[in-house]
């Protein structure tokens, strides 16, 4: 599976953005999606999770409550919706999947970069 994550820019502290990961292949409804980041700096770090039905989610307690995860599979895209954006969610956002609960994250997009600053 190919991936290509967009909807990053620039926001005000308190704002809101929704990245999007468009997946390509017939098999992408049998995946788990995942979000990480990376700030400048820092090591990778996990984000979020949703399991191949979408039926079942994990966040980061960094971003609970705030972020969401989401997939559509009959459009082959995942989303991650991040409201109440603080300076220290600035990074590169990339998307993963995996083809289950235990395996490698094998696949990556590309990053989309978001910055919180006022």
């Known amino acids: 599976v190919q991936l290509q994550a967009s909807g990053g820019g620039l926001v005000q502290p308190g704002g809101s953005l929704r990245l999007s990961c468009a997946a390509s292949?017939?098999?992408?409804?049998?995946?788990?999606m995942g979000w990480f980041r990376r700030a400048p700096g820092k090591e990778r770090e996990f984000v979020a999770r949703i399991s191949w039905s979408g039926g079942t989610t994990y966040h980061s307690d960094s971003v609970k409550g705030r972020f969401t995860i989401s997939r559509d599979n009959a459009k082959n895209m995942a989303y991650l919706q991040m409201n109440s954006l603080k300076p220290e969610d600035t990074a590169a956002y990339y998307c993963?999947?995996?083809?289950?609960?235990?395996?490698?994250?094998?696949?990556w997009g590309q990053g989309t970069q978001v910055t919180v600053s006022s």
């Open positions: 993963a999947a995996r083809a289950g609960e235990r395996a490698p994250w094998n696949y």
């Open positions: 292949g017939r098999t992408f409804s049998s995946y788990t």
